[in-house]
């Protein structure tokens, strides 16, 4: 079965500093995304940032990028130069792009930027 | 472009009431998904259409949720009768085919 796993419940980090959470995945498959969303106090559900297996160079959006590490199934999100904004819960996400297409959330990071 | 649209946001009901929820897609989107995001866990998935058809609804409960996808746009998702447990965020999202999810509002339900 594929699995999604978080083992920071919650984090926090200075305004201006730079922070890292974790994602651990596991899977059989070959061919997969992972994503990270955001989830503000407002709920609404947000993507952060988006990498493609078979991609060996991690994605970058702005002041958000990830560290893939395929062979392990490790897939961090870093945020630098943290802003007040940032405050949210995040998920990390796997979507099998061979089979359902089924997402498979984690449990989820609760970050707290102080001021 | 519109986003994914849910109604109501809000929803108190006792519990072995019946409620359903609504989601209108973002146009084109072949994708829709239902999850049930309980307070401080993560979005856990009901129900995934692909157009009208049902690809994965192995987490709903069938004995009391159901969910339809009529002409492969607006979805409804109904709980009847609803527990205690069924308090939680309703979230509806949609996507292209292996593409970002757009995620709605969600609605709140809350069951007394």
């Known amino acids: 079965a594929q699995t999604v796993t978080q083992s920071q419940p919650e984090m926090s980090v200075q305004e201006a500093e730079t922070v890292t959470l974790s994602c651990t995945y596991d899977?059989?498959?070959?061919?997969?995304?992972l994503f990270w969303y955001k989830q503000p106090p407002s709920r609404q559900m947000i993507l952060v940032i988006r990498?493609?297996?078979?991609?060996?160079q991690n994605a970058t959006e702005n002041r958000f990028s990830v560290n893939f590490q395929k062979a392990a199934k490790s897939f961090s999100l870093k945020i630098s130069d943290s802003q007040l904004g940032d405050t949210a819960m995040y998920f990390c996400?796997?979507?099998?792009?061979?089979?359902?297409?089924?997402?498979?959330f984690g449990t989820g990071t609760r970050l707290k930027v102080l001021a | 472009e519109a986003g994914v649209a849910q109604s109501p946001r809000y929803k108190i009901i006792e519990k072995r009431q019946s409620v359903a929820f609504w989601c209108n897609p973002i146009?084109?989107?072949?994708?829709l998904y239902w999850y049930q995001q309980i307070l401080g866990q993560g979005p856990k998935l009901l129900i995934q259409f692909q157009n009208n058809g049902v690809v994965d609804d192995s987490q709903l409960p069938k004995d009391r949720f159901s969910a339809e996808r009529l002409k492969g746009v607006d979805s409804t998702l109904k709980i009847q009768p609803a527990k205690l447990e069924d308090s939680a965020v309703y979230l509806c999202?949609?996507?292209?085919?292996?593409?970002?999810?757009?995620f709605g509002p969600g609605t709140r339900l809350t069951v007394t």
């Open positions: 146009s084109g989107h072949a994708t």
């Open positions: 899977t059989s498959e070959s061919n997969y995304y």
């Open positions: 996400a796997f979507i099998d792009t061979s089979g359902t297409y089924k997402y498979i």
């Open positions: 990498q493609e297996a078979y991609k060996q």
């Open positions: 999202a949609s996507s292209l085919k292996e593409g970002k999810q757009y």
